[in-house]
């Protein structure tokens, strides 16, 4: 079993700045993609930023150069950096991440979720 635990979040004035982490347990013998969505209200979950085991990440154009996917592979940790926050950032933000486990299986799991809350 492996489980996603999310921290962070909160409430912050519009320009601020906020981190989000995801640490995972469990049986965990490599991770090869971590990432961030965030979930409209009525609508589906939509990526806000990934990363590669090898390191290569993607962003969502509505995020680019405001947030920074990073990792910490001893910790098997995931962070969402968000900066220079709007109102239409307001969302609840899971985490994801696809990990090798034992038996070689490969297991897509996520995060409990957390809010996000940007006032203006």
């Known amino acids: 079993q492996v489980q996603l635990v999310q921290s962070g979040g909160g409430l912050v004035q519009a320009g601020g700045s906020l981190r989000l982490s995801c640490e995972a347990s469990?049986?965990?013998?490599?991770?090869?993609?971590m990432a961030w969505y965030r979930q409209p209200i009525g609508k589906l979950r939509e990526m806000v930023a990934s990363?590669?085991?090898?390191?290569?990440?993607n962003y969502a154009d509505s995020v680019k150069g405001r947030f920074t996917v990073s990792r910490d592979k001893a910790k098997n940790t995931v962070y969402l950096q968000m900066n220079n926050l709007t109102p239409e950032d307001t969302e609840d933000y899971f985490c994801?991440?696809?990990?090798?486990?034992?038996?070689?299986?490969?297991?897509?799991?996520w995060g409990q979720g957390t809010l996000v809350t940007v006032s203006s």
């Open positions: 469990g049986t965990i013998f490599s991770i090869d993609r």
């Open positions: 990363l590669t085991g090898g390191g290569q990440t």
């Open positions: 994801y991440m696809r990990v090798r486990s034992s038996g070689n299986r490969y297991l897509e799991v």
